[in-house]
Structures are given as structure tokens and as C-alpha cells.
T-cell receptor, first 112, second 118 residues
Framework: NAGVTQTPKFQVLKTGQSMTLQCAQD?????MSWYRQDPGMGLRLIHY???????DQGEVPNGYNVSRSTTEDFPLRLLSAAPSQTSVYFC???????????FGPGTRLTVL | AQKVTQAQTEISVVEKEDVTLDCVYE???????LFWYKQPPSGELVFLIR??????QNEISGRYSWNFQKSTSSFNFTITASQVVDSAVYFC???????????????FGAGTILRVKS
């Protein structure tokens, strides 16, 4: 099993550009989520999904969109990048909401 | 709102010393889960332990041990005989119920940077 994979590993954007961060898992997990990590703030939940077709907002959803058309994939879209979105983004998955979440390797995003 | 506090921003120890990382949490849930994750310099998040609120037994795994005390809302993590490879950021996290769906989210503490010097 590859576990949770994320692409790209690094990305630099200009303000106003859009892009999609990819996340995939091969563990047949129903629950997937996106977090951002900023210095001194731990990780904060952006969006989550409890299954294909079901998504909801987390703690810091503004400026991000998600969709979940398959169990395996959970892409995160930045609509119009802003410097405040410079961060490290982690995708995670688990069997259910109460189970241990396993994290992907992260995407380091810089918005100039 | 649920909250996790890791009061120690950074700890430096010399190899072979024991070190304890503190974690204090707040929750109104009667059933909840606590986690510790390790983030080494390479950046990935590595799961260490999951503990549910009904299991107050201490856990030991090799050089790692965890002390869960509901009375003080603490879930502390001790590394015995620390090694340079233990240098990392350690996060404590609390699962929070999401009433609308059968999901949860992890509420993370700010993390403790552990530096182990040889």
C-alpha cells in the first residue's frame, strides 16, 4: 500500500493564481481531511469528507474548495491564491471519524 | 470549544536524559480520543499513540510511555534515555465530535520542539 499520497511536494504561486493540491489513499478509508500547518499553531482543519459525495467545512475553509467523487481521491482547490495561504498542507485519512488519521507527506505552498 | 495546550514550546536535553512532554486538554465530550504525533525534520507526521477516554491505563512502548490522567485532563508523553533521532516536533491532539456527520476532527496543540544533543 502506498498509504496517503500528495502531489505536488512543493509549489510556488503568484497571488491570484488557482491550483489544485492532489490527495489520494489506497486504504479504502471513508474519512479524509485537509489540514494546514503554520508555525506555532499546530495543524488546523480546512475541509473534511466522511465519504464519497459528502464534504463539509472545518475550522479555516475560506479560500478553499473540495469535492469527493471517489473514495480514493480528495483534491483541495485554491480558488485565488493569497499570501496568507502560504503554508504546509497535509491530507489525512482514516476508516471512520473516530479512528486514527494517517497523514500524507505534505505539500509546501508559497504564494508570492 | 475543545482545546489542547502544549505549554513547552521547546525542550533541549542531552542524549540519554529522560524527557517528558506535557499535554493538557479541554473537552465537554464524555467520549473522546487523544493522540500523539511525531514530526521529524523530514516533515512527515508519524502516528505514535491513540488513547480513548475510558482507558486510563498507562502505555509503554519501548522507550516511550504515556500517562493519561482524566482527573487533571492531561496526557503526558515521556521518552526514556533520549536519542538524537528523537529530535522532532511532537504534537498532542484531541478528537472532537462533528455532530452533523459521523466524523471527527483533530484539534492539535501547537507542538513541542524536542532537541536531543549528543
Amino acid at each position: 500500500n502506498a498509504g496517503v499520497t500528495q502531489t505536488p511536494k512543493f509549489q510556488v504561486l503568484k497571488t491570484g493564481q488557482s491550483m489544485t493540491l492532489q490527495c489520494a489513499q489506497d486504504m479504502n478509508h471513508e474519512y479524509m481531511s485537509w489540514y494546514r500547518q503554520d508555525p506555532g499553531m499546530g495543524l488546523r482543519l480546512i475541509h473534511y469528507s466522511v465519504g464519497a459525495g459528502i464534504t463539509d467545512q472545518g475550522e479555516v475553509p475560506n479560500g478553499y474548495n473540495v469535492s469527493r467523487s471517489t473514495t480514493e481521491d480528495f483534491p483541495l482547490r485554491l480558488l485565488s491564491a493569497a499570501p496568507s495561504q502560504t503554508s504546509v498542507y497535509f491530507c489525512a485519512s482514516s476508516y471512520s471519524g473516530r479512528d486514527t488519521q494517517y497523514f500524507g507527506p505534505g505539500t509546501r505552498l508559497t504564494v508570492l | 470549544a475543545q482545546k489542547v495546550t502544549q505549554a513547552q514550546t521547546e525542550i533541549s536535553v542531552v542524549e540519554k536524559e529522560d524527557v517528558t512532554l506535557d499535554c493538557v486538554y479541554e473537552t465537554r465530550d464524555t467520549t473522546y480520543y487523544l493522540f500523539w504525533y511525531k514530526q521529524p525534520p523530514s516533515g512527515e507526521l508519524v502516528f505514535l499513540i491513540r488513547r480513548n477516554s475510558f482507558d486510563e491505563q498507562n502505555e509503554i512502548s519501548g522507550r516511550y510511555s504515556w500517562n493519561f490522567q482524566k482527573s487533571t485532563s492531561s496526557f503526558n508523553f515521556t521518552i526514556t534515555a533520549s536519542q538524537v533521532v528523537d529530535s522532532a516536533v511532537y504534537f498532542c491532539a484531541l478528537s472532537e465530535r462533528i455532530p452533523k456527520e459521523y466524523g471527527n476532527k483533530l484539534v492539535f496543540g501547537a507542538g513541542t520542539i524536542l532537541r536531543v544533543k549528543s
